[in-house]
């Protein structure tokens, strides 16, 4: 056995503890001096030095093979202007000594920080590029798509190219592909991608564990699993538990752009909650519209920069409601991605629809939930959905989002205070890679609703913020409500898992601002470290 002591460990709100049994994957007792009295001479000890615990981060939507893939891309998050891409894009192609035979495939650009010129790249600037290598390029949301010339060529598009999974194959006034596919339309490329093997896969995974330990992660929700690629992608996650090298544990949302997949999922037996404490299938994942940064979130009115457009429905409203009834008829949890107001409220009718009325007992939840009037958040608090919410996006949308939506729609959204308040069960999550999926950044932002600049001074609607007790406990204790695991996940109290980390500074006092900063000590899982940082010096093990 393990005796913690002499720490600021978080049991509840405005409640804590000193000292913490753990045995081997469990904890076993909380509490103080009298603890340490009891449990000191059979138990190696460990002085924690006054430093503050809370439990495991658990990011409750990210993309984790994305990101463990996204960081051997072509970094382009970073670039401010479209000359700056095409400058880095062509280095990174003379350095890898890529040709025709290849496919330079990467993500992350943001139209919205180029200094020079705010559009979408299209085939004529990546052709500046190159225009023998095929190349993709995907928006940091990745709702967008970029294409040169010479990709557009190995993917056969034409005048009659269209998407089956929704979106849009743009063209030019000519009918001619631009080489922006935006929503489902990006599978079109995705056959053409040069495929990763088994071990490259699994080592990127392992790496990509290693920098979530580091930075408190020890649950995530992940959204990997995806039509055609869910047996292949599922069977990553299982052999590295075979392996017995997941220093995560995991809950598989499985995504279905296409519908043809869903029938043959259910068909091969997979049943909601099958698996284990490290790695466990979870929801049906939809979605219902694009995004704010890209004007393919659905709204009910147009865009104020944009009076022509409406935003994106990738479903229509009958096709989500049959959708959502034969996950729910298998018993299966459901999210679906809603940003947009239009978006939002098709998914409460669909959940509407399936439920008829009957209590949320599955923990239906609506992903995103960022444009919404007083209407949706009135019928998700009255319904009792999940929102599961990523307060870091306020970082890339207070700047565009007063000329995307106007002020009066504007003052109704990014509800996460609203929402808290109101008893909704939220979680707090990343989408990663669209962003990185550092969590005190993100808990920066929900309690000071500022940009990571520390702008505006004042917070954008800062009456939604919410305090750092709901905002850890949305990483951590809803994250594990979501996926019905409150019971073992989630707090440090006797009976949970022992999932835990030791962070330098007390996240509960110091000034707001410096929340961002916080850096993680330690981390263990099921009783096991398993990121200690170097050179610290927060244990005094006797």
């Not at 996926?483 to 000034?511: H, N, W, Y």
Request: glycine residues 6%; aromatic residues 10%.
């Amino acid at each position: 056995m393990k005796l913690y002591t002499n720490g600021k460990i978080y049991v509840e709100r405005e409640q804590f503890a000193t000292a913490m049994l753990v045995d081997e994957d469990y904890i076993k007792v909380v509490g103080n001096h009298e603890l340490v009295e009891a449990y000191q001479h059979q138990s190696e000890v460990i002085d924690l030095k006054g430093k503050t615990v809370v439990p495991g981060m658990n990011d409750s939507h990210l993309h984790f093979l994305m990101t463990a893939e996204y960081l051997d891309m072509l970094k382009i998050t970073d670039v401010t202007s479209m000359k700056a891409l095409i400058e880095r894009s062509k280095e990174y192609i003379e350095d890898k000594g890529l040709t025709e035979k290849d496919f330079l495939y990467t993500e992350g650009w943001n139209q919205n920080y180029f200094t020079d010129i705010q559009k979408i790249p299209d085939r004529t600037d990546l052709d500046k590029i190159s225009t023998t290598v095929p190349i993709a390029m995907v928006r940091v949301d990745r709702h967008i798509m970029s294409l040169n010339s010479k990709a557009i060529e190995r993917l056969k598009l034409t005048k009659d190219s269209v998407s089956q999974n929704g979106g849009e194959v743009q063209k030019d006034a000519q009918g001619e592909p631009t080489g922006v596919l935006t929503e489902g339309a990006m599978d079109l490329v995705r056959p053409f991608l040069p495929e990763a093997s088994v071990e490259t896969r699994k080592l990127q995974l392992k790496k990509a564990m290693k920098l979530a330990n580091s930075l408190g992660l020890t649950s995530m929700h992940t959204n990997d699993a995806k039509d055609e690629t869910i047996e292949e992608t599922l069977s990553l996650y299982r052999e590295l538990e075979e392996e017995q090298a997941l220093t995560v544990r995991f809950y598989q949302q499985i995504w279905f752009n296409d519908a043809t997949y869903i029938q043959p999922f259910f068909d091969k037996g997979y049943m909601f909650g099958q698996g284990s404490f490290y790695n466990k299938i979870g929801p049906i994942k939809y979605f219902s519209d694009g995004t704010l940064g890209a004007r393919t979130a659905a709204m009910r009115e147009s865009y104020s920069d944009d009076p022509e457009n409406l935003g994106i429905e990738t479903k229509s409203q009958k096709q989500l409601n049959e959708e959502v009834k034969i996950a729910v008829d298998h018993g299966f949890q459901v999210i679906i991605h809603g940003i947009g107001d239009k978006g939002v409220e098709r998914i409460l009718d669909a959940y509407d629809e399936a439920l008829k009325g009957k209590p949320n007992d599955l923990r239906l939840g609506v992903n995103h939930m960022q444009i919404t009037g007083r209407d949706l958040v009135d019928r998700v608090i009255d319904r009792g959905y999940l929102t599961y919410v990523q307060p870091i996006f306020l970082n890339d949308d207070i700047p565009i989002v007063l000329s995307r939506i106007g002020k009066e729609r504007a003052e109704t959204s990014y509800a996460f205070g609203t929402l808290a308040r109101a008893g909704v069960h939220q979680s707090f999550s990343s989408d990663a890679p669209i962003v990185s999926f550092d969590p005190w950044e993100n808990i920066y932002s929900a309690v000071t609703r500022k940009r990571l600049d520390g702008t505006p001074e004042e917070g954008f609607l800062p009456e939604e913020a919410v305090d750092i007790y709901t905002a850890i406990d949305a990483y951590t204790y809803e994250s594990a409500y979501a996926s019905f695991e409150e019971g073992i996940k989630g707090r440090i109290k006797p009976g949970q898992l022992a999932d835990f980390i030791v962070i330098d500074q007390d996240i509960f006092t110091c000034d707001p601002m410096k929340i961002k900063d916080t850096q993680v000590l330690a981390t263990i899982v099921g009783g096991k470290e398993v990121y200690k940082k170097e050179n610290s010096n927060e244990e005094n093990r006797s």
